[in-house]
């Protein structure tokens, strides 16, 4: 790559021209604020320093900040006469870790203090979206929800009752495994699960957990410990922010930072190596250099053999593993068989002193059969660096050279992003691409290898979950989000007549947007839980107001090692309760309230009640933050920790075998036993459909909000005032477009209005505009063009199984 | 004597704008009011390269206040209210002093005074100051007397700009900006001592003043945007077993008790890989 201009050769103009904060100079369309109401003081001597406030007290919280966006910031709020003045950065109390924080936490007391917050209970009064609302009181509220679950239970069972997932709030007791998921267990309703800033991207996690039995990440202080780091569809310095600190560090160490994403980003000028990939071909990269790896023989034969299912035999006929019962009567079948070249017959796995074959075809016991490792071999022989290069559009070369430098590195890290892996219809295959491909060299379990999208999922195994969400054995019935319309529309897999959704803007982040108010529009019932009147509170029958997160009492978990408390820093704002408040009133009106009458340190107790070092919320408050003790991850599996966290350290898998599993069984019914490369299911030339609308539509992440959060903050729309759409001057010249008109962006589900940017930046054929804007509902509306379509091969797992293939999507372009 | 400068390292920057929102908040700056601006170097627009995709380039520049040595707004302004603190080199503005005449926005050559042509407005809902609190005067008794070096409590028709926080820097704290950066690109301290961090950073970084050719002399100092070094192949075999750190570097981490960028944190012991899991013989058996 060529080195770059000078880069101090900009003149003084520039410093006005070159764009920094958008309409520096427009008038600020905000309603005029009373000025502060300080009275200033009277000048003093010039050896006086600061004048505080007279009569002001100053106080400091330490918090957490439980946004989606799995940062997990410490947050340190200062309150003065009550009001929060400030947010800063926290220390975690540990050297290897940063105070972190980026420009959306800073924001968080314009958050707070939004003039538009719901201020009290709403009862929809007009016509079901109209916008006409009548206050009425908790009570009023709280008995109309109770009667109307009650009503529809009766009528149609409790499971007609949807309890959406709590996108919007990591937090333990009022948010994302929260008390909805209480709620629902306790009256019998479906509840959606755990994954979803965009009503699903668990793609990665199903892939994860078909592979290696769970989905877990290392703590990305480990980033230092690679000599190359892959950040894989990961604009890591937009969206996780902090953590690019830890990338930073790591490439000024030496390491190179190689990083894939059809556009070119902030990430793109950091890393080493930017790779322009064909939008959702990423697995057929990883396939190409698993060839490179595979015939260039720079695996580790001694890992594969060892650690993954490579020797075992896959029969033939039914595509499943030999086992020994398969061979020997009476055999095991949990054993797994193998050749032994040493003694030239196929024996179980576990047998002391042989020498397993990785490649070939046998017979045994006249059965067909060939390694796993071998039918690997077989799937790759076609996407050699060539074949991987016409379907990717990267260069072979640069393929073939990737992967040697990826073999050699040992070990090098995938940091693979949630968005750009799992937001396709196959994204569970290339997330199984990525693990194989890191597997194959021996980088899985070691400090500075791995493939990590997400840090701290242990946190949330080392807590006492079930005796909180499924309390006396009671369960919700688990309903993946993205089957919700089916079963509201169609009664599959069986009908839903009622919602509440808590901290959940699903009318604006599903896919298929039309299709979602349909199903939103023939619910007998509906409650919206929410700090502002978004787009899914706008069609609810009941809209409730929420306290934010500084308002009640919480622990926040996961998104990296630490437990963090949130303490009640000020009282909630107008009338607004916690989720706790709420659901416990609906649940005594419906009979249930035993399950919500302690107080929020009581359940915060209870989760902590299992943990083996005996922490105490009282040394939780004391303290704010927390790093779990070893022993506290409860499972022998994960025994002992590493430091910085490295899961699968021990090289145990939670998977059927054991092992590694880049061969999945459960995946045989779906010709995908083996992470295959298929084209996206819309976003390709292969489809018919690309001569109507030649554009592929990804929808990235923005650091100016968390999904549909803040985005209607003052001073992140002072610095991002608009939607826009991201397209290459190629294809605006081609339809006429100019930086800065306004445009249609449409295809056969729907059609929005957005404003172009033409850039560079932007991969030919490709366009982007960043997802969660909800300012402009319903015309610019990005998810009018998404769709809804459901993999099957997601429902193998247990949970996850709610993906939206929100990047899978063909559109056009014109000017308006 | 003391001299106080800051170090941007433009090699660390992802442009993500929590330096300018964190401003916001500490100086409680109005809205449509940036003390501190995070400019994109390349396309026409926020966030956007140069060139021809894919050849394309492109980089960030956070600019504030560049506190010159020799700085024309100091010498412009007609009634001394922007001055040169002779303690530390803080190049700041009275409040109580300024008259508007905004020749000290001409004069600036880096465009990073702003002035409140109306009374301020701030974020809406938020009817009370934020971030610092209470009004601050210069201690320096060289300054004169009554210096109004900061308020909430924003006069209209008054020139504002960044102070370096020097309501903070009067006790003892780093600009707000320094501790708020999520990737540790904002270095400040003393020029004048050789061995502080910024004085060592700036000679080893290749660190360049803006415009130098004006002979302003900021105190602001900048490293280079990063030059990509995938030229350099990755050859040889590392092992893990490489990558414990040495006691040294986890030592000199405690010390300061914090993270110390490049440092490699503590890796635990590094084990070699166990032998594979045995299948429990006790559960071995059909319907596995």
């Not at chain 1, 946004?67 to 290897?96: Q, R, W, Y």
């Not at chain 2, 704290?173 to 020029?191: H, K, N, S, Y």
């Not at chain 2, 300061?256 to 594979?276: L, R, S």
Request: a negative charge; proline letters at 8%; glycine letters at 8%.
């Amino acid at each position: 790559m060529s080195r770059r201009k000078s880069w101090f050769q900009i003149d003084r103009r520039g410093f006005l021209k070159v764009s920094g904060v958008a309409g520096l100079s427009a008038v600020v369309a905000y309603s005029l604020l009373s000025q502060n109401g300080i009275i200033k003081s009277i000048l003093v001597p010039a050896a006086a320093q600061t004048q505080p406030q007279q009569g002001a007290t100053e106080t400091t919280y330490r918090t957490g900040h439980a946004n989606n966006c799995d940062g997990s910031c410490g947050l340190e709020a200062t309150v003065v006469n009550g009001n929060i003045v400030m947010f800063s950065n926290a220390t975690f109390n540990e050297p290897d870790f940063p105070p972190r924080i980026c420009l959306r936490g800073l924001s968080q007391l314009q958050y707070v203090y939004h003039p538009d917050r719901l201020k009290y209970p709403m009862q929809r009064v007009g016509a079901r979206g109209s916008g006409q609302w009548q206050q009425i009181t908790w009570d009023q509220a709280t008995t109309t929800i109770a009667n109307q679950f009650t009503q529809i239970a009766s009528q149609y069972g409790a499971q007609s009752i949807y309890i959406a997932p709590y996108t919007g709030n990591l937090a333990a007791i009022n948010g994302l495994i929260g008390p909805g998921y209480r709620f629902a267990s306790v009256i019998g309703a479906s509840a959606g699960d755990f994954e979803g800033d965009n009503e699903g991207d668990s793609a990665s996690p199903t892939g994860a957990v078909e592979e290696l039995g769970s989905f877990d990440g290392h703590e990305l202080t480990d980033l230092l410990n690679a000599r190359m780091i892959v950040l894989w569809g990961n604009n890591l310095g937009e969206t996780d922010i902090p953590d690019m600190r830890f990338v930073l560090d790591a490439r000024d160490s030496g390491t190179k930072v190689v990083y894939i994403d059809p556009r070119y980003t902030t990430t793109s000028q950091l890393s080493d190596q930017w790779l322009s990939i064909r939008p959702g071909t990423d697995g057929a990269l990883a396939l190409g250099m698993i060839n490179a790896i595979i015939s260039g023989s720079l695996f580790n034969q001694n890992y594969v053999t060892n650690y993954t299912v490579g020797p075992f035999l896959v029969r033939q006929d039914t595509n499943l593993f030999l086992r020994e019962k398969d061979v020997v009567p009476g055999g095991s079948s949990s054993k797994y068989m193998v050749f032994d070249t040493t003694s030239n017959s196929a024996v179980t796995s576990d047998t002391a002193g042989i020498t397993p074959s990785l490649t070939g075809s046998y017979t045994v016991a006249g059965i067909a059969c060939k390694p796993a490792f071998q039918l690997l071999s077989d799937l790759v022989a076609q996407y050699t660096p060539g074949a991987a290069s016409a379907i990717t559009g990267i260069p072979a070369s640069t393929i073939q050279t990737f992967a040697e430098e990826f073999a050699a590195a040992n070990p090098a890290a995938i940091k693979a992003g949630f968005g750009g892996i799992s937001h396709w219809y196959y994204g569970d295959l290339t997330y199984r691409a990525l693990i194989t491909l890191s597997a194959l060299c021996g980088y899985i379990g070691v400090h500075g290898g791995g493939v990590t999208t997400y840090n701290g999922a242990l946190l949330d195994a080392a807590i006492d979950l079930p005796d909180w969400i499924t309390p006396d054995k009671k369960s919700y019935q688990y309903l993946p989000p993205i089957s919700f319309c089916d079963a509201v529309l169609n009664g599959n897999p069986y009908p839903v007549k009622a919602a509440w959704f808590p901290c959940d803007n699903f009318v604006n982040q599903q896919g298929d947007t039309n299709r979602t108010i349909s199903a939103i529009q023939a619910l007998d019932f509906m409650v919206a839980t929410d700090v502002f009147m978004t787009p899914t509170a706008q069609y609810a029958d009941i809209v409730l107001p929420v306290a934010t997160q500084y308002e009640k009492e919480d622990i926040l978990l996961g998104g990296n090692m630490y437990l963090q408390y949130l303490p009640q820093i000020i009282q909630p704002m107008w009338e607004s309760k916690s989720d706790l408040d709420m659901f416990g009133m609906v649940a005594e009106k419906m009979g249930q309230g035993s399950y919500f009458n302690q107080t929020p340190d009581d359940y915060i107790s209870l989760l902590l009640s299992g943990l083996p070092s005996g922490l105490t919320l009282d040394t939780l408050k004391s303290q704010g933050v927390v790093r779990l003790a070893d022993e506290d991850f409860a499972s022998s599996a994960y025994q002992p920790i590493t430091r910085p966290y490295v899961p699968f350290f021990q090289q145990n898998f939670p998977t059927p075998s054991g092992r590694i599993e880049f061969y999945v069984e459960s995946l045989v019914p779906y010709n995908m036993p083996l992470p295959i490369y298929n084209e996206p299911i819309e976003a390709s030339p292969s489809n018919p459909l690309y001569q109507k609308y030649p554009l592929v539509l990804i929808t990235s992440h923005t650091k100016f909000r968390t999904h549909t959060q803040w985005n209607n903050l003052a001073w992140l729309r002072e610095l991002n005032p608009k939607q826009f759409i991201e397209i290459n001057p190629q294809d605006a010249a081609a339809r006429g477009i100019n930086d800065g008109d306004t445009v249609t962006v449409f295809n056969d589900r729907g059609t929005i209005q957005t404003l172009a940017r033409v850039t560079s930046g932007m991969r030919p054929g490709t366009v982007n505009i960043y997802q969660g804007d909800w300012q402009e509902f319903p015309k610019g509306t990005v998810n009018m063009l998404t769709h809804q379509k459901i993999n099957p091969a997601q429902s193998v797992v247990f949970l996850f199984q709610s993906n939206t293939a929100y990047f899978d999507v063909l559109v056009d372009v014109k000017k308006s | 004597m003391t001299k106080y400068g800051m170090l941007i390292d433009l090699s660390r920057c992802v442009g993500c704008q929590s330096c300018a929102v964190g401003c916001k908040v500490e100086n409680n700056e109005p809205l449509g009011i940036w003390w501190n601006r995070v400019l994109t170097v390349g396309g026409d627009e926020i966030d956007t390269p140069s060139g021809d995709f894919p050849d394309v380039q492109m980089h960030y520049l956070p600019l504030n206040c560049q506190h010159c040595e020799n700085a024309p707004c100091v010498k412009v302004c007609p009634v001394q209210a922007t001055y040169k603190r002779e303690s530390d080199g803080l190049v700041l503005v009275d409040y109580d002093r300024c008259i508007g005449c905004r020749y000290c926005m001409a004069a600036c050559p880096y465009g990073v005074r702003t002035f409140n042509w109306g009374t301020p407005q701030y974020s809406p809902g938020v009817d009370f100051p934020v971030g610092h609190q209470g009004d601050h005067f210069d201690p320096d008794p060289t300054s004169g007397p009554n210096r109004l070096v900061y308020t909430p409590d924003r006069p209209k028709g008054v020139v504002e700009k960044c102070s370096y926080c020097v309501q903070r820097v009067d006790s003892g704290v780093e600009p707000f900006c320094i501790q708020v950066c999520p990737t540790g690109a904002r270095i400040f301290g003393d020029l004048d001592d050789p061995s502080s961090i910024i004085s060592t950073s700036v000679r080893d970084g290749n660190a360049q003043q803006l415009l130098p050719e004006l002979g302003t002399n900021p105190q602001q100092f900048f490293i280079p945007p990063y030059i990509q070094k995938d030229v350099v192949p990755i050859t040889g075999n590392s092992s893990p077993s490489n990558l414990v750190p040495s006691p040294d570097i986890i030592a000199a981490a405690e010390e300061v008790g914090g993270y110390i960028p490049g440092f490699k944190p503590p890796a635990g012991e590094i084990v070699p890989p166990p032998p594979p899991p045995a299948l429990d013989q006790s559960t071995a058996g059909d319907g596995a």
